[in-house]
């Protein structure tokens, strides 16, 4: 199946600092991908859409300037948290569709855990 | 609004015997259901998905039954196996569109040895 990878897969950051995270489509293009938050024991929630060449669509509630998304190529779709608080340590989540779009599959990657001290 | 609805939160079960989760709908529009595994600080990996026109799906294991009238789906693991420990979640869209994928909230399966 498809390789969706991400990078880093944890992180631990200052208060203040920005972090960046990839999301690489490693055998296949992607001209849409997703990110996802994840909290301890709850389930994955959309935060945006990332498009290859246009802006990212975000969900309600998340705030653009502060989980910037840029898509880069076909294959790489980055996530910043700018100005990193203790209240953004999550685990972040990436995927994309899979070569069969009209399935709906969607190919995560492993994840990243950010840490805020 | 949440529009898809899993249960139980947590499964207890022993090696050997048959895990079920359950996922209730509300938005009929909804045409694909899959079902994605997720082991302790890993992403989630597809499991086994169904769309409306059958009943039963069945993959090793792995069962989806799906109920249209209902608007209810279920997950069944046969002869449950300590390795298949994880969080389970179920979801939906609608179509093909993978924006529209709706999660559950998410059953922590432990399976003992």
């Known amino acids: 199946g498809a390789v969706v990878s991400q990078h880093p897969s944890w992180v631990i950051c200052k208060s203040g600092t920005s972090v960046k995270i990839e999301c690489r489509s490693l055998d296949f293009q992607a001209t849409t991908m997703f990110w996802y938050r994840q909290f301890p024991k709850q389930s994955l929630m959309l935060m945006a859409t990332?498009?290859?060449?246009?802006?990212?669509?975000?969900e309600q509630g998340v705030e653009k300037d502060k989980f910037l998304i840029n898509h880069a190529s076909l294959t790489l779709s980055t996530l910043t948290v700018t100005s990193a608080h203790p209240e953004d340590s999550s685990f972040y989540i990436c995927?994309?569709?899979?070569?069969?779009?009209?399935?709906?599959?969607?190919?995560f990657g492993e994840g990243s855990r950010l840490t805020v001290l | 609004q949440q529009q898809v609805k899993q249960s139980p939160q947590s499964l207890i079960v022993q090696k050997g015997g048959i895990s079920i989760i359950n996922c209730a709908y509300e938005n009929t529009a909804f045409d694909y259901f899959p079902w994605y595994q997720q082991f302790p600080g890993k992403g989630p990996a597809l499991l086994i998905a169904?769309?409306?026109?059958?009943s039963e799906k069945k993959e090793g294991r792995f069962t989806i039954s799906f109920n249209k009238s209902a608007k209810q789906f279920s997950l069944h693991i046969m002869d449950s196996q300590p390795g298949d420990s994880a969080t389970y979640f179920c979801?939906?869209?609608?179509?093909?569109?993978?924006?529209?994928?709706?999660f559950g909230s998410g059953t922590q399966l432990t399976v003992l040895p």
């Open positions: 979801a939906a869209s609608r179509g093909g569109s993978a924006r529209q994928l709706t």
């Open positions: 990332s498009n290859e060449g246009s802006k990212a669509t975000y």
């Open positions: 995927s994309a569709p899979g070569r069969d779009r009209d399935t709906g599959e969607l190919f």
């Open positions: 169904i769309r409306p026109d059958v």
